[in-house]
């Protein structure tokens, strides 16, 4: 009863989430889970390069139904009308996440710390994307919240330092490198 009231708690804040934005779906996570509040373990990179446009998805409705791959719909499915060709990010995520499950671990949620697409992150400063860094890190925020993962797997300085600054410097270490 109490995953089910879970589900139920993530599903309202997803619809409020994911209303469109500068015409675009945000993402908040991909998987193949139809039960992404069970996730364990996040792997987390910067934000999503390729846009869900409502052009393209067609309905908030769609969208959440493939976040939670039911009703037919799934995450990759609209990824893969979205982006024929998947980033190089993208499949090295696939494949950290075929090794993880190749060692048991099951329940994994890709996201990022900006749950907001933009060709390249720098892009997020620009007029088009007013507001969209702001919202992604509060759907990130709120992910962390509500489905309180045991691993958080980053991939990126720029991630690292998003990171730090989402979660508080003193929740990690962050390598001297990254503390430019």
């Given at each position: ?26 993402r ?5 889970s ?11 990179g910067?934000?999503?390069?390729h846009?869900?446009?409502v052009?393209k ?21 609209i ?5 024929p ?30 749950c907001?697409?933009s060709?390249?992150s ?6 088009e ?8 890190m ?10 309180r ?5 980053a ?16 929740r ?9």
């Open positions: 009863m109490l995953t089910e009231k879970m589900m139920d708690q993530l599903e309202r804040h997803i619809r409020g989430w994911t209303r469109a934005i500068n015409g675009q779906f945000p908040p996570w991909m998987t193949d139809p039960e992404p509040h069970k996730a364990e373990v996040f792997i987390v910067r934000n999503q390069k846009g869900y446009e052009s998805v067609g309905s908030q409705e769609r969208h959440i139904n493939a976040l939670f791959n039911r009703n037919g719909e799934t995450c990759r499915g990824y893969d009308e979205i982006a060709m998947p980033s190089r990010t993208r499949m090295n995520t696939d494949a950290l996440t075929r090794r993880l499950r190749s060692r048991g671990i099951e329940h994994i949620l890709e996201t990022n710390v900006i907001y697409s060709p390249m720098g892009d997020l400063s620009k007029s994307h007013v507001g969209g860094k702001a919202h992604g509060e759907v990130f925020r709120g992910l962390l919240d509500l489905i993962p045991k691993v958080l797997i991939h990126g300085s720029g991630t690292l330092k998003d990171l730090a600054r989402t979660l508080g410097e003193s990690f270490e962050m390598p001297d490198s990254l503390k430019r």
